[in-house]
Structures are given as structure tokens and as C-alpha cells.
């Protein structure tokens, strides 16, 4: 059984840093393309950043390229995603997805999905 569960949500000040974590299991991990992905209330879900199976190639979103960076661990089968300068406008649910294709941005081609860590930003 697959499952993706993420950790480090949590209330932070406008300019703060957060690091989210995603531990996989239940799947050969350094085979799958990992995702953020997040939703705000009222909103549709939308791509935050996304890294290929190696590692080698990452992908943002626009707004958030110069902040947010993510990073993999294969040995220990754990995706991260390191938040900086917060604004306001990042509060989201933020998830955590895996890939067995290359369709980073793209929700609905994920094959798996977290239950997701709460981010807020206050200003």
C-alpha cells in the first residue's frame, strides 16, 4: 500500500521559512517524478514545484521561483520542500504527489497523493 504522508505545516509569520517533508512508502520511490502541489480555500488545486526521479531536474511554479525549493533523498525516500520569504497569499493545504510518468505540472496525472499539512501565512 502507497503512502505519502508530509509533515512541517504550521502557522508562520509574512517573511518566515518553513520546511515541509514527505516520507513515501509502499513504492520503488527513486522510480517516480515528486510533486507539491496546493489549495487554498475556495481555490482549485495548483502545481507548486515538482522534481524528476534523480533529482536532476526541478520545476516551480512562477510565483513561487526564488523561494521555494525542492529537494529529494532517495536513500531515505523522502521529498522536501524548503519555503522562504512567506507571504500571505502562500496559505494553502500543500500535498505531497508521485509520478510515474513526467507530467510535473499536471495534477491529474499523479498516481499518488498525501493528505496533505496546513500552511499558514499571516501578515
Known amino acids: 500500500q502507497v503512502q505519502l504522508v508530509e509533515s512541517g505545516g504550521g502557522l508562520v509569520q509574512a517573511g518566515g521559512s518553513l520546511r515541509l517533508s514527505c516520507a513515501a512508502s509502499g513504492l520503488i520511490f527513486s522510480n517516480y517524478a515528486m510533486g507539491w502541489f496546493r489549495q487554498a480555500p475556495g481555490k482549485e488545486r495548483e502545481f507548486v514545484a515538482a522534481?524528476?526521479?534523480?533529482?536532476?531536474?526541478?520545476y516551480y511554479e512562477d510565483s513561487v521561483k526564488g523561494r521555494f525549493t525542492i529537494s529529494r533523498d532517495n536513500r531515505k525516500n523522502m521529498v522536501y520542500l524548503q519555503m522562504n520569504s512567506l507571504k500571505p497569499e502562500d496559505t494553502a493545504v500543500y500535498y505531497c504527489a508521485a509520478d510515474s510518468g513526467r507530467h510535473y505540472y499536471t495534477a491529474s496525472q499523479y498516481d499518488y497523493w498525501g493528505q496533505g499539512t496546513q500552511v499558514t501565512v499571516s501578515s
Open positions: 522534481i524528476s526521479w534523480s533529482g536532476g531536474d526541478t
